[in-house]
């Protein structure tokens, strides 16, 4: 089976697809690949990637030093010995946070980037297995729209023998009703899965950002997934702490601790080293030196801490329950990809087979005069229902393994990220 890399399809092809969901009014063909690598250009997985572009821009140049201080002190004298004049003195004041504020400012700024960049990799992954879902559920509609103007057209034949056998005394008017009957039934059947596959082109087409709603259809096959073995199963459910909507609740509550701490050493202990030059009016130059100290009598910034730190309580509480959520979410999703393949082989190779027999006996008994246009109408129901039932189950298991695989290679790329310093 081709590996996870199957997701990933050329720059071109995602830019080309992203221009006729956006000026193309005719319908869009997309296949399940460009639809997952549209993911990442829906406008909030696109916008919380720029945001951590710009922060970390930003925190590249963020200094462990406040600004200096200026200070123009002009006046008047008057003596009446030495006469008036302007006096003037010009200083400058440097203050020196000893409480370690640059290193408490750089490290509230690493958290923050390292928030938003977990809530990016979360807004993404979110993104990507809504894109998956609307594409297959697209696909299964669209092959239950197929299936169902097949039985549409068929019926319609049925009904047109049915009448022409009455016409010669070969069947009743009961017969006529039941195979009418079937005919409007089938019908509404196409009208009804017509208008599910439009709700899903829209969902679809909202899906991958575009602006306004196109005309989508699923084209190509459904994606084949390939899985990490059963045996490691259990070992990746341990692990479903580390999927990004639980990073980044527990990345924010670290970020709001280091909020807290960079409050508190703004608030404490500080130097302020300057000098100042001094013009007397009456000519006479010179110069000193200042020191000043503030020492953190009254606020440590408690105002500031206190709701930096309950925020970081909730956040962690959060993240607490994000990781049951996550747990609960992984092993789903592979006890899924076991049932769901046990589904598809019931209906691949014993409903639908069975179904199929069935209707063409049927049919064949019907024309020999053996069984009512009933009992056809019955079994040829049960056919297009297999059939349908068939699809939708097929793209439910691709689903299956595609939600599988993503949050597999979400807990891969959390783990890569740890590792790197």
Known sequence: MPSRQAFTVPRMVVVLTAFLLAASPEPTSMSFAEAL?????????????????????????????????LVVEPGWRSSATAGSGLDLRVGVAQPFHLSGLG???????????????????????????????????????EQAQARAAEEARLADAFREAVESAAALGAATKLDVAEAATYAADARLTELDVQGVAIARRTELSRQVGARQAVSVTATGPLPEVALPEESRWPALQERAASLPEVTARMSLARAERARADEAKAARGLQLQLGVAALREYDGAVGGVATVGLTPPVFDHGERERGTLLANAARLEGEGLEA???????????????????????????????????????????FRAGDTTVLEVVRLRRARTQARIRLGHALADEALARVRARLLIDALDASATNEATP
């Open 37 to 69: 690598a549209l993911a990442e250009r829906a406008p909030l997985p696109a916008a919380t990637a720029r945001a951590v572009v710009s922060q970390r821009a930003e925190a590249s140049r963020v200094s462990s030093l406040s600004n200096p201080q």
């Open 103 to 141: 290193s408490a400012r750089k490290e509230a700024v690493r958290r923050e980037t390292q928030a938003l960049s977990e809530e990016a990799r979360s807004a993404l992954l979110a993104r990507r297995l809504t894109v998956a879902e609307a594409w297959l559920s697209l696909w299964a509609a």
């Open 323 to 365: 990781a049951a959520a996550a747990a609960s979410a992984l092993a789903l999703a592979l006890h899924e990809v076991e049932h769901s393949h046990e589904v598809v082989e019931v209906l691949r190779d014993t409903l639908l087979p069975g179904a199929e027999e069935a209707a063409r006996l049927g049919e064949l008994l």
